[in-house]
């Protein structure tokens, strides 16, 4: 009897091998999907190893990014179909040699398609000054062994170009065919690009804020001329090259003099966004503490005018936030994304009013 039952089990192991070979393939494989043109209100989240991109408009998501283990920031470069990221990789996952790399990935299906190995001094700072796409041909990323430098790398070609030193100035904040780092003695320098991505040319500002007593944040936005720099007691600041200069307006606080009595402090990882066409400027702010709150969450959002220095309205938020952004239309809504709970609150800018709430996702929060 044993043999017998032996002989059965065998015979329908038997069958069943031969039913899966003749089992279509179509059946179990899956589709390959392809996403649509980016949309205005497409953004992208970093969280680990995975880069998610997410339409706002709808909540859904177009696709994820398969990073390294050590990937900070995206760049998304809508014209070249391409989503830039940097990873450094090593061959026992988190120690052992090390390889940098920049990374194409193909933004209709969402795949790596490319890579240009740069020196292994990446940067490992969470924050999208990090890597900068510049006069559209060339992605720069920061480097810190602690010696500064910036690894320029050319997207058409696909090749690396060259690594500038830099020392003492951090971020690479793209300004026409060059960009800002922001220095620490309190002044931004400007390092300006030949046709084949090789330095022609640096510039330094005046001192313009204090690394002791107000430092400025190490994040920044780009605006119609330039880009915005935020101290930490609420001073602003906008930078533009102008006739070969550094040129810096004249600061204005966020803060009124109630405001600072009743204890307001900007706060966050990325805790400012600013939208060119219109305007718009808005900030996370928290209660209470000094300035080594800095990072605490934001538990409003704080929306002005940044051509007018007047502020609009202030919203509270039921889940607190280190991190935003302002998509780049002219009917931008803000991304909030929360720290009690994983998700992205989507508000209309010029109202704050809440549209929709995309539950399970966080990270670092970028836009197209």
């Known amino acids: ?9 065998l015979l329908g192991a038997v069958l069943s091998v031969a039913a899966l070979a003749e089992q279509r393939w179509d059946s179990i494989r899956g589709a390959i999907e392809t996403a649509p043109p980016p949309g205005p209100h497409w953004f992208t989240l970093r969280n680990g190893h995975t880069g998610h991109v ?26 070249a179909g391409m989503v830039y990221t940097y990873g450094s990789f090593y061959t026992r996952t988190y120690y052992g040699d090390r390889t940098d790399a920049v990374i194409f990935f193909d933004l209709e299906t969402m795949a790596p398609v490319d890579e240009v190995i740069i020196p ?33 790398v050319d997207v058409e070609s696909r090749t690396f170009v060259g690594e500038i030193s830099t020392p003492g100035c951090a971020t690479v904040y793209p300004q026409d065919r060059g960009f800002f780092m922001i220095c620490g003695d309190g002044a931004l320098q400007y390092v300006s690009l030949d046709e084949s991505g090789a330095e022609s040319g640096r510039l330094r ?21 330039g880009w915005v720099f935020v101290s930490l007691e609420g ?27 009743d204890g307001w402090r900007i706060s966050g990882r990325q805790p400012f966004a600013y939208n060119a066409a219109t305007g718009i ?23 002005f005018n940044l051509r007018t220095q007047r502020r609009g309205y202030r919203t509270e938020l039921d889940n607190p936030s280190r991190n935003i952004a302002l998509t780049r239309d002219d009917d931008p809504v803000v991304l909030i994304v929360g720290t009690e709970e994983q998700s992205v609150d989507v508000r209309q800018a010029r109202t704050g009013r809440l549209l929709r709430t995309i539950e399970e996702v966080g990270g670092l929060v970028q836009v197209f």
């Open 120 to 152: 292994p001094k990446a940067a490992g700072i969470g924050h999208s000054g990090m890597i900068g796409l510049i006069d559209q041909r060339f992605v720069g990323v920061w480097n810190i062994t602690p010696g500064m430098s910036v690894s320029i």
């Open 205 to 225: 500002s005046r001192t313009f804020f204090s690394v002791e007593d107000d430092p400025v944040f190490d994040y920044s936005v780009p605006t119609e001329h």
């Open 281 to 303: 400027f808005m900030t996370l702010m928290h209660q209470g503490g000094t300035q080594d709150n800095y990072k605490e969450p934001g538990t409003e959002l704080w929306a």
């Open 235 to 261: 001073m602003v600041f906008e930078a533009r090259i102008e006739d070969d200069e550094i040129v810096i307006e004249e600061p204005w606080s966020l803060l009124s003099e109630k405001d600072r009595a």
């Open 54 to 79: 997410i339409d706002a408009a709808t909540g859904e998501s177009q696709g994820t990014l398969t990073l390294s283990l050590f990937s900070p920031a995206l760049r998304p470069h809508v014209e």
């Open 1 to 9: 009897m044993v043999l017998r039952a032996s002989c059965l089990l």
